[in-house]
């Protein structure tokens, strides 16, 4: 797996951002597909895969609990 995806789960880093996320999903993409950018004839593809991880992964992130962290109100 990429190494270089670094963990966004509390307690290891306090606060997420949408880049964060999104560059997490990016970089997720880019190792499962073998392409740092993809052809033009599979942009559309790329891009979808990349918006579907970024959503997954704030779905994900939003429903962990830690261990002896108090979840936060929406």
Do not use: W
């Amino acid at each position: 797996m990429c190494r270089s995806i670094k963990t966004l789960r509390e307690p290891y880093v306090p606060t997420v951002t949408p880049a964060d996320i999104e560059a997490a999903a990016l970089q997720y993409v880019r190792k499962v597909s073998g392409f740092r950018a993809p052809a033009a004839h599979n942009a559309a593809a790329f891009e979808a895969a990349v918006q579907a991880v970024t959503a997954a992964t704030a779905t994900l992130l939003d429903q962990l609990q830690v261990r002896g962290t108090r979840p936060t109100a929406p």
